[in-house]
């Protein structure tokens, strides 16, 4: 069944400039990175800056990589984020706690290199699962996503949840269209696809890429595709 493109979410925002932009562009939720080892880290103050010009138009969505629980309840609060993403070996009951102490909707994430880790976040009963790229390079390991690489989406198939799919992994304006066909998610994420430099967007490529989301229509996934 067919329908509205996927949402947006634009990951990797530390300026207010650059979340502005991407909700006059459509975004649904802004992704800020509070994890030490990203290059896309966003400062408290900044967060705070931002979410108070837009918290009443788009998602406000903290990015947290095994971030103790009263740190993730504290920066929650502090910035008032509607939604926690967790990136790193948190499991349901650190999830489902984070989500009671804060009220916020949870994003949990995993990175993908076989049809068991997609298989594996079923086990999270959350708000939103994300899919994005295991980093074949062991030295970008530790950055636990915006890496510019893709996975295979054909392991999409291996999905069985319910829990509405947020695609992410090295999406970009030439990619996206595909990704989607492949994928049907609910939503798309993009954080090194739409940059000039790490944690600074490009107004250009920002633009194109929601033009090729708006191009193209929910579907049910495509039976053969994907990405190599």
């Not at 950055?143 to 069985?160: H, I, N, S």
Request: charged letters at 25%.
């Amino acid at each position: 069944m067919s329908g509205a493109p996927p949402q947006v979410k634009i990951c990797g925002i530390t300026n207010l400039a650059d979340g502005e932009l991407a909700v006059e562009l459509g975004a649904w939720a802004l992704g800020m990175i509070f994890y030490e080892q990203s290059p896309r880290r966003c400062s408290t103050a900044e967060a705070e800056t931002i979410a108070s010009a837009l918290r009443r138009k788009v998602e406000l969505c903290g990015v947290f990589v095994n971030a103790p629980l009263e740190q993730v309840v504290a920066q929650s609060e502090a910035v008032g984020l509607s939604l926690l993403q967790f990136n790193g070996e948190e499991g349901p009951a650190f999830c489902a706690e984070a989500a009671r102490r804060t009220g916020a909707r949870v994003i949990k994430a995993v990175q993908v290199s076989m049809a068991g880790d997609v298989r594996d976040l079923e086990r999270f009963h959350v708000d939103f699962h994300l899919l994005d790229a295991r980093a074949k390079d062991p030295g970008k390991l530790a950055l636990r996503g915006g890496t510019g690489e893709t996975f295979d989406w054909t392991l999409v198939r291996a999905r069985r949840s319910k829990v509405p799919l947020i695609l992410s992994g090295g999406l970009s304006a030439e990619n996206v269209a595909a990704a989607i066909a492949a994928t049907a998610p609910y939503a798309v994420d993009t954080a090194s696809g739409t940059e000039s430099a790490p944690g600074r967007k490009d107004p250009d490529r920002l633009r194109d890429f929601f033009a090729a989301v708006a191009s193209t229509e929910r579907s049910a996934p495509a039976m053969a595709g994907g990405n190599a």
